[in-house]
């Protein structure tokens, strides 16, 4: 479409779209399509996701691409560092770092996202004992991340709402990342209006 907005997806877990086919069923394809039907301009979405990455490495993964001409990041951490269990000081230093370079690196109008980590135990495999310690751990990260986000004026903390998708064994379903993506791109069209 003309003037498309420029987006930015940028993480793991939720951003690696585990569980469907491509990044079309996942939450990014999601977040297009809404943003275009909410604001009538066409929608350009770039999708760095990598699975194994956790927040240490973070600014290390976007050093060489150059972030000034997005007009909206949504960044997802925390499935991997609450699963290894990552030291608080270790997050907090990290995702600052994270957050500031974003920031900096960003046009003034730029609006960058950073969604809380969602339930581990949603995910089937993760069900268990391990899981709930891991969940106990990604709302730690999430209280310090939030915490992050409110010394930022131009960064938004979100938190996902619980989806009503049907159980399923599979990591990630259709149903459950349309509504994720729906959710950011309501969050997400007035600032870009603006």
């Known amino acids: 479409g003309l003037n498309p907005d420029r987006v930015l997806f940028f993480g793991n877990g939720l951003a690696s779209g585990w569980g469907v086919a491509s990044h079309e069923l996942a939450v990014p394809g999601e977040l297009a399509r809404s943003l275009s039907a909410i604001t009538g301009r066409g929608v350009d979405i770039d999708v760095s996701a990598h699975v194994d990455l956790k927040v240490a490495g973070a600014v290390r993964a976007l ?41 900096d690196r960003t046009s003034a ?38 915490e992050l986000c409110e010394a930022q004026p131009k960064v938004e903390y ?3 709402p619980p989806t009503t998708a ?19 791109a309501l969050q997400l069209a007035s600032h870009l209006d603006d």
């Open 109 to 146: 109008s730029a609006r960058i996202v950073v969604v809380a980590q969602s339930s581990i135990r949603a995910v089937p495999p993760f069900d268990n004992l391990f899981g709930r310690v891991a969940n106990s751990h990604a709302a730690t990260l999430n209280a310090i991340t939030r």
């Open 158 to 160: 979100l938190t996902l």
């Open 63 to 103: 050093e060489e691409r150059e972030l000034s001409g997005y007009d909206a990041i949504v960044v997802i951490f925390g499935a991997g560092d609450a699963l290894s269990l990552t030291p608080r000081a270790k997050w907090r230093a990290s995702m600052r770092a994270l957050i500031e370079m974003l920031a």
């Open 166 to 184: 049907p159980a399923t064994d599979r990591l990630g379903t259709p149903e459950r990342y349309r509504a994720f993506g729906r959710f950011i």
